[in-house]
């Protein structure tokens, strides 16, 4: 069950959305937004997902599949017959892939382990479209906060997330951007992992458009365990290394490092120690996984130099 905390936030936050929706009733509802899920392996999760979607009555549903094996693309026909294969090409190629195929005016993108409650989207949309934004990300609730892990990441969204208004940088676990914005700037398939949000929401900003963060709320399924909590971190300290490879941001180098100080911070906040756990092994795992992509990136150059230059055989002219 979810939290007595999260259910009184989720009650307040209803409460505005039925207030919206009131205001509203003899207006047509004409939401021309194509729903984009990403997804591979996402069987346990995908149907919810898709039923939550459905009931917030967009006027498409595109699903991307990364190469599943456990019935998730058997799920989602049952839902769309818009199916595509990323061909193994990354997150960034999907997100991108589903763009092109979309129809609709505007692309929400929505992970699949996420439960839309009703009206979430017409709220996102008129938000966005009343404050100027070219993208905007709904605010975030775990559902089913059981395990210490999801407690945590729950914690975490609520202390550095989940606060209405303009945003200098949003993620993709459920937001809306406008097509043309997407087919302009597009998702850079050299983020095969992670940070393919960061890249675009940077790249936006550079050339003078505004993100920002509704005061709608969807339920995600936080990493429920250890294991899965350590892989989602090194992708992202992957994702990290990459940023900096393409931008030479030194901040995207010391965004790991940066949670030790953070849950420290949240710890004095609580009085409790409780949440520390959770940053080291972020710092952690997100430093192993940038670490090891940055060796990556340099012998993929290096190696590449060496195919390119000559040899000194050849630099004297023989044979």
Request: charged content about 25%.
């Amino acid at each position: 069950m979810v939290s007595q905390a999260v259910a009184a936030e989720a009650k307040i936050q209803s409460a505005g959305l039925e207030e919206r929706k009131l205001a509203k009733v003899n207006e047509p509802l004409e939401l021309a937004i194509s729903v984009v899920i990403c997804a591979k392996n996402a069987a346990g999760t995908i149907g919810q997902c898709l039923d939550s979607v459905r009931r917030n009555e967009p006027s498409e549903i595109v699903v991307v599949d990364g190469g599943s094996v456990d019935g998730t693309v058997q799920i989602a026909r049952k839902y769309t017959d818009r199916i595509y294969d990323d061909k193994g090409n990354g997150l960034a190629y999907a997100r991108h892939l589903g763009a092109e195929h979309a129809s609709g005016s505007h692309v929400f993108y929505v992970d699949s382990d996420v439960i839309l409650p009703e009206g979430c989207l017409q709220t996102m949309m008129d938000e966005m479209k009343t404050r100027g934004y070219c993208g905007i990300h709904a605010q975030v609730i775990g559902f089913k906060e059981e395990s210490y892990w999801a407690w945590a990441e729950g914690q975490h969204f609520r202390a550095r997330f989940n606060k209405e208004g303009e945003a200098k940088s949003i993620g993709t676990i459920a937001c809306i951007y406008r097509r043309d914005t997407i087919l302009k700037y597009g998702f850079d398939p050299f983020f095969v992992n992670a940070a393919e949000d960061a890249d675009l929401c940077y790249r936006v900003r550079r050339n003078g458009l505004r993100l920002g963060k509704s005061s709608a709320f969807i339920y995600h399924q936080h990493r429920a365990t250890l294991s899965s909590f350590i892989k989602q971190r090194v992708s992202y300290g992957r994702g990290n290394a990459r940023f900096f490879w393409k931008h030479k941001a030194a901040i995207a180098l010391m965004g790991p490092t940066l949670m030790i100080p953070f849950g420290i911070l949240m710890c004095v906040r609580s009085r409790s120690l409780r949440i520390f756990p959770y940053y080291l092994v972020w710092s952690v795992a997100g430093t192993y996984g940038m670490l090891r992509e940055l060796g990556t990136l340099m012998f993929g150059r290096l190696r590449s130099s060496m195919l390119r230059q000559p040899s000194a055989e050849y630099a004297k002219g023989r044979p």
